[in-house]
């Protein structure tokens, strides 16, 4: 059951891959102006592999469950995963209401980084922790990353929105901005390629290391060490000596990961920029000269007016209720609690000045993509770098 689950999940990937080829090819097509919807044939095949890549990983997840006997959103691989499927679901709904291809073209990337994303990190089923074994898992879990899922389709219409609205011919402080969201998930793909490729030659090393209540214990890196463990001490002969010693409260190993993506997208980047010999979002700028700012704006909103009220049920609510059950206490200031806690409040302050104070087009596209990258500082950098009370997440 486990194998199946692995490669339906493969299957889905590589249909969301050449959806979204079909998606490029939907926009570069001109469209056949006797069909009602506005979507021609490239963009309907985009749609179906989109919908059956869909199937697919829902068979993925299912099949998982049945294996796993519970949820699979109990670590980082099944819950990114989930997330990835319910972006792509949140898509699926958003496309049939708004029927527009272009939306496709902006959202698959993400949903394909997340899972490829996702598929870095160890996919073996394991047993729950006790803090995990409850119905609650189920519910807030899932109930979070839908309403991220929802809140991650306002990113991709605002992004849509910042391409069309900024003026590339110039460089100002709204290209820079703008640029270096598109840097950031370049720094996925490159924690991707670098994972894949030191799990490729199988690097790793061990070190002993001191824990932040002073107990000793031995970690294994998959990547040359630059930055090491509290009081390491490599193991490994002719191993990379660390060039910098990280305090206990963090996550050496991680942090490691984090510095290598970061070294990794650098490179992509300049690859990129190097083949266009443009800005990434200067590149992007034609395929969406032909569509309406109010319209991609009505997007981005409604999203985030379906997407908050979700992810507030499950990312705090239904989370301090299992809190209660797990830990005996409705809150704490985990890092993870705080993120989540400053994600609702930063999606409460958009609702507020899109509504009473009026910022609609550029402002609130703008808010709608650092939404986004606060949803993913928390899935990244709080899960792999921060210790904490979900540090089984990681």
Do not use: C
Not at 40 to 52: S, Y
Not at 93 to 111: D, H, K, W
Not at 255 to 282: D, Q
Request: cysteine-free; overall charge positive; aromatic content about 14%.
């Amino acid at each position: 059951m486990a194998t199946l689950s692995s490669n339906l999940l493969f299957i889905a990937f590589i249909l969301y891959l050449v959806a979204t080829l079909f998606y490029g090819g939907s926009i570069k097509s001109k469209k056949d102006k006797n069909e009602k919807n506005g979507t021609n044939k490239w963009g309907k095949i985009a749609v179906l592999l989109t919908i059956i890549g869909f199937i697919s990983q829902l068979g993925y997840f299912i099949t998982r469950w049945i294996a796993a006997g519970h949820a699979p959103v109990s670590n980082m691989f099944e819950f990114t995963t989930f997330f990835g499927m319910a972006l792509v679901g949140a898509f699926i709904v958003i496309y049939f209401i708004y029927r527009t291809t272009l939306l496709g073209l902006f959202t698959m990337p993400v949903a394909i980084l997340v899972i490829a994303y996702a598929s870095m990190f160890p996919r073996d089923i394991t047993p729950l922790i006790p803090a995990l074994q409850s119905y609650w898992l189920h519910i807030h879990v899932t109930t979070a990353a839908i309403g991220e899922a929802i809140l991650a389709i306002s990113f991709a219409a605002g992004l849509i929105y910042l391409v069309k609205a900024i003026d590339q011919t110039k460089s100002s402080k709204r290209t820079f901005w703008l640029e270096l969201v598109m840097f950031s998930l370049v720094a996925v793909l490159g924690f991707v390629v670098v994972s894949s490729v030191f799990s490729g030659i199988g690097y790793h090393e061990k070190f002993n290391w001191t824990d932040k209540h002073g107990n000793q214990a031995v970690v294994e890196y998959t990547m040359p060490a630059i930055t090491g463990p509290h009081e390491g001490e490599l193991l490994t002969k002719d191993g990379f000596k660390p060039l910098i010693d990280m305090p206990a409260f963090i996550n050496a190993k991680k942090m490691n990961t984090v510095v290598w993506s970061f070294m990794a997208g650098l490179i992509l980047y300049g690859l990129i920029r190097l083949i266009l010999r443009k800005r990434i979002a200067a590149a992007l700028q034609p395929l969406v000269k032909n569509i309406k700012l109010d319209f991609v704006d009505e997007i981005s909103y409604r999203s985030v007016l379906i997407g908050f009220p979700v992810f507030t049920l499950g990312a705090l609510i239904f989370a301090m209720i299992w809190a209660q059950m797990a830990w005996s206490r409705f809150w704490g200031w985990d890092p993870k609690e705080v993120w989540a806690l400053i994600t609702w409040l930063f999606y409460a302050a958009f609702m507020h000045l899109r509504l009473s104070k009026g910022w609609h087009g550029e402002k609130s596209a703008w808010l709608a993509v650092i939404g986004f990258v606060i949803i993913m500082f928390n899935l990244v950098a709080v899960n792999l770098v921060i210790a904490g009370l979900h540090s089984y997440a990681g």
